[in-house]
């Protein structure tokens, strides 16, 4: 299946998705990376890696017929948020209703919604106290941080941890969790279709 990855900061997640997907064993790959970001880190990533990077605006997203052609010329079969940082489209949902899928830093429901991203998640959990604290990979539905959840897996968290701290063992959790998830998942999407 080809996969499209949306993402809007330095890319180390969609980086980890590109070369687990890119192997010999593995019949998907990621065909495009989009980003909202023109001066995104991801964009280097992906060229690096030979993955092409289309440049969608926030506005520009709203354009359901110029962007899912976009997403059509690269077979985008199924779409995996890796720090994409804005809301995406009811029409992109429905479009791609059960196959667009988004990583959260912690253990939702805790710590989610709307401004919680990346270190202002880690922030919250130190300042709750918290005592463990995780990844959660979950279908994404018209709200925030609040489709079905496919998988979570914790860390712990102890009293003298920073939110640096926090998110170092938060993000060796994502790189080696995510494209593993991801894997899994197309897997299990194309034995579907094949019957």
Known sequence: MNIAVFASGTGTNAEAIIRHLDNPGSPHRV?????????????????????????????????????????????????????????????LIGRYEGRIVNLHPALLPRHGGKGMYGHFVHEAVVAAGDTETGITIHHVDCHYDSGQVIYQESVPVEPTDTPDDVEAAVRALELKRYPEVIASLLDTLQATSSH
């Open 31 to 91: 065909s495009v990376v989009v980003t909202n970001r023109s001066g995104a880190g991801v964009i280097d990533r992906a060229k690096n890696l030979g993955v092409p990077v289309e440049i969608i605006t926030r506005a520009a997203m709203a354009d359901s017929d110029t962007v899912g052609a976009v997403l059509d010329s690269y077979g985008v079969e199924f779409i995996a948020l890796a720090g994409y940082l804005a809301m995406i489209p009811q029409w």
